[in-house]
């Protein structure tokens, strides 16, 4: 019985913890800047992050569906779009030539060493993030089709 209140508080100090901790990961821009999701989201109230990679395809249709209603979204909710790409050494070297052939007007930065994966648990992507003033609000697994009109209006739940 010790044992499990003692696992008990354990988990729940760390997800307390955990929050900042997140946020402060490194991750770097496109041109090797070393930036975090704090310094992103001291900048605007609110933001949204999305964790995608080259080879993942429902990320790509999610990034490609969330651009053609980027420019509407910014007008209703004044939410900045982050994608951070989880592509490791191996395929990094496709994250510029894609996102050249693409017409995305957000910011992209990089998690080679997967430790924002590693830090949100996330085991599968696209990991969809909604940041408010600082703290993760919202979080969603997976994509499909037409489920960016439920994360819009998620969206408008935290203007």
């Known amino acids: ?4 209140l003692f696992l ?3 988990s729940t100090s760390m997800t307390c913890f955990s929050q900042s901790q997140v946020l402060d990961t490194a991750i770097k821009t496109l041109g090797g800047e070393p930036t ?5 989201t001291s900048k605007n109230e609110l933001v ?3 964790l995608w990679a080259t080879w993942c395809v429902p990320c790509k249709n999610e990034l490609d569906a969330i651009s053609e209603v980027y420019e509407d979204w910014q007008e209703e909710t004044n939410v ?3 994608a951070v790409s989880v592509d490791d050494s191996r395929t990094i070297n496709r994250v ?22 590693r830090a949100l648990n996330a085991v599968t992507i696209p990991v969809t993030l909604i940041i408010k003033n ?6 969603h697994s997976g994509y499909t089709p037409g489920s960016e009109n439920a994360l819009f209006e998620e969206l408008k739940k935290h203007i």
Do not use: Q
Not at 1 to 4: D, F, P
Not at 36 to 40: D, G, R
């Open 80 to 82: 900045e779009f982050v």
């Open 134 to 139: 600082g703290e993760i609000v919202f979080r």
């Open 48 to 50: 949204l992050v999305s």
């Open 36 to 40: 975090n999701l704090s310094e992103i």
């Open 1 to 4: 019985m010790k044992k499990i």
């Open 96 to 117: 510029k030539p894609l996102i050249n052939g693409k017409d995305w007007e957000f910011t992209i930065l990089l998690d080679t060493n997967n430790d924002l994966k």
């Open 8 to 10: 008990l508080l354990a």
